[in-house]
């Protein structure tokens, strides 16, 4: 009589959770990091400076370990209160972050101390892995070069990106999952209506206009078909509305476009978009206007 097959009593490899800060200076590859490391296109993306303002929140889930990936505002010198709150929110998510990534572009290496860049009294508590981005504008010999005091990656060709998740993944805690394994992000749609607006005003209009537009949603029926969602664009002066509005309407009309790609893109469904224009001077100076922009302001700050 053949004896039945041993059985596999050997329990399952405890899960590991943390929170992961994609930190640095602005504009090196921060938003485009984080879409390559959970595989969809959730940051918003621009090549010029400081598009990020409030954090993003990515999720990749493999095996036993859950990877919450933080693309934090860039590191700036702040030259008003809505950068002062950008690199607030920075340094804040830096502080709480169970490992930092410490982004610097490879052919700007080697890259300067966080803490240095950073302006802290003193190095963060959580470790910091420092990744070299755009690693496919330098050479193979560069490349191994940068690669014996951390990660060259490209988000372009995808390099690195397997080498440093299993970096990553050695050091987060062992921790129970804090999100469903399907889910790919934390924040509510409502948000993303507002990024991709803004990506849109990154991508159509001049160095000016983006910095003064945000964007606000007044009205989301999800349950609807097509999705209806009705949004007030702000910019700070009467001639930047002119600008966004464009001739005839054309450049308006572009940019709801290109967000509602991208919304349907999200939520798998079609969208209707409703777009209206107001002007809110020096709102990125106020308190109050940040406050209802999702910025809270602190008490200190004048």
Same mark, same amino acid.
């Given at each position: 009589m053949?004896?039945?097959?041993?059985?596999?009593?050997?329990?399952?490899?405890?899960?590991?959770?943390? @929170?992961?800060?994609?930190?640095?200076?602005?504009?090196?590859?921060?938003?485009?990091?984080?879409?390559?490391?959970?595989?969809?296109?959730? *940051?918003?993306?621009?090549?010029?400076?400081?598009a990020?303002r409030?954090?993003?929140?990515? /999720?990749?889930?493999?095996?036993?370990?859950?990877?919450?990936?933080?693309?934090?505002?860039?590191?700036?010198?702040p030259?008003?209160?809505?950068?002062? #709150?950008?690199?607030?929110?920075? +340094?804040?998510g830096?502080?709480?972050?169970?490992?930092?990534?410490?982004? @610097?572009?490879?052919?700007?290496?080697?890259?300067?101390?966080?803490? /240095?860049?950073?302006?802290?009294?003193?190095?963060? *508590?959580?470790?910091? +892995?420092?990744?070299y981005?755009?690693?496919?504008?330098?050479?193979?010999?560069?490349?191994?070069?940068?690669?014996?005091?951390?990660?060259?990656?490209?988000?372009?060709t995808?390099?690195?990106?397997?080498p440093?998740?299993?970096?990553?993944?050695?050091? +987060?805690?062992? #921790?129970? $999952?804090?999100?469903?394994?399907?889910?790919?992000?934390?924040?509510?749609?409502?948000?993303?209506?507002?990024?991709?607006?803004?990506?849109?005003?990154?991508?159509?209009?001049?160095?000016?206009?983006?910095? *003064? $537009?945000?964007?606000?949603?007044?009205?989301?029926?999800?349950?609807?078909?097509?999705?209806?969602?009705?949004?007030?664009?702000?910019?700070?002066?009467?001639?930047?509305?002119?600008?966004?509005?464009?001739?005839?309407?054309?450049?308006?009309?572009?940019?709801?476009?290109l967000?509602?790609? #991208?919304?349907?893109? /999200?939520?798998?469904?079609?969208?209707?978009?409703?777009?209206?224009?107001?002007?809110?001077?020096?709102?990125?100076?106020?308190? *109050?206007?940040?406050?209802? $922009?999702?910025?809270?302001?602190?008490?200190?700050?004048?």
């Amino acid at each position: 009589m053949t004896s039945p097959a041993p059985q596999d009593t050997a329990d399952p490899a405890p899960q590991r959770c943390g @929170h992961i800060a994609l930190a640095g200076r602005p504009n090196v590859g921060k938003s485009s990091l984080l879409n390559a490391l959970i595989g969809s296109r959730l *940051a918003m993306v621009s090549p010029k400076p400081q598009a990020t303002r409030l954090p993003v929140t990515g /999720l990749r889930t493999e095996g036993n370990v859950q990877y919450v990936f933080h693309d934090l505002p860039g590191l700036l010198d702040p030259g008003y209160l809505l950068q002062e #709150r950008l690199r607030a929110l920075a +340094l804040d998510g830096v502080q709480r972050a169970d490992l930092i990534l410490h982004l @610097h572009p490879a052919p700007d290496a080697p890259a300067p101390d966080l803490t /240095l860049v950073a302006g802290m009294p003193a190095p963060p *508590a959580a470790p910091v +892995l420092t990744v070299y981005t755009k690693s496919d504008l330098v050479s193979p010999e560069r490349i191994a070069g940068l690669a014996q005091d951390g990660f060259p990656v490209s988000t372009t060709t995808d390099s690195g990106l397997v080498p440093l998740l299993a970096a990553i993944a050695q050091r +987060l805690p062992l #921790r129970p $999952f804090e999100y469903d394994p399907d889910d790919l992000g934390t924040q509510p749609v409502r948000f993303f209506v507002v990024e991709y607006l803004r990506e849109a005003a990154f991508e159509l209009l001049g160095d000016e206009v983006p910095y *003064a $537009f945000t964007a606000e949603v007044d009205e989301f029926r999800e349950s609807s078909d097509p999705v209806y969602i009705r949004a007030t664009l702000f910019v700070e002066r009467k001639t930047q509305k002119g600008i966004l509005i464009g001739d005839r309407g054309r450049t308006i009309k572009e940019l709801g476009r290109l967000s509602r790609i #991208r919304l349907e893109e /999200l939520l798998g469904q079609r969208v209707y978009l409703e777009t209206w224009v107001k002007v809110l001077p020096k709102w990125r100076r106020s308190p *109050a206007a940040l406050a209802r $922009f999702g910025f809270p302001v602190d008490t200190k700050e004048s």
